[in-house]
């Protein structure tokens, strides 16, 4: 899904696999970061469809705590200022908590890490081409990050989604209304067609709507390049800089 969509969408682009087999999650995620700041000319977008929901720093199966979680987002913030856009999938499981053993609302990380765009999905409301919805037959990750605060760039919009009565926000002691909100940007989720052994089939989630976003923002380095300016880079304050003022996205508030 996502090498066909990333090259689908963005033809001619050079791609590149980063394939890490420990199955130890963090101790990947760190070698990863610690490849990408070594190596003299890394790609300038990554697309990551994987994450953990929950307190991650509790998982020490997967090479997790505190001290390697923050060390790699600490590797986040110097890759975001090497200019490179890290782009992370949000989840397909909403915003997950516990109720049976009263534990709060968690969402996907690395998705809620500062220095990365987190993507969401939406879906057609009827047919394609139509206009577009949130997505409804899975639940689209994000929410608000217990580990790290509200960025100043995004201050503004969460506020008014906080103070929208439309919002359905769950319990104060649920969730942390001051963290950092995800996901950043939401595209098309659902719907999407994969050829895996000859045969095609329908497949979806935000493991589509991530790869799809990064290939357009591929392109769109690709076009600055050409015209003798940088790579995009960390697309954050850009994004919710322009959804302020109006330009280059649609705000989705059916679904």
Known sequence: LDIEYIAAV????????????GMA????????TSDMLDSDDPPQVFSVSYGIQGNVSLDKRMGCSEAVSRNIEEDFAKI????????????DSGSGGNALFKTPLW?????????????????FETF?????KAVTSYGSGG????RFPQQPWQQ???????QNPGAGLPRAQDFNAQGR?????????????????????SVGGTSASAPFFASLISLLNEHRLQNGKSPLGFLNPLLYEMAKNGTGFTDVTFG
């Open 80 to 91: 975001a200022a090497r200019g490179i856009s890290l782009i992370f999938s949000s989840g």
């Open 156 to 162: 503004e919009a969460v506020e008014a989604y906080k």
């Open 107 to 123: 969402p996907v990380w690395p998705g809620s890490a500062p220095h990365v765009t987190a993507v969401g999905a939406t879906q």
């Open 25 to 32: 999650w963090c101790t990947d995620l760190k070698n990863w």
């Open 181 to 201: 909100a995800t996901p950043d940007v939401s595209a098309l989720g659902l719907g999407y067609q994969v050829t895996i052994g000859g045969h095609t089939m």
């Open 128 to 132: 394609s081409q139509s206009t577009e």
């Open 10 to 21: 963005a033809p001619g682009i050079k791609n590149e696999v980063w394939s890490y087999q």
């Open 143 to 146: 929410g608000f990050s217990w």
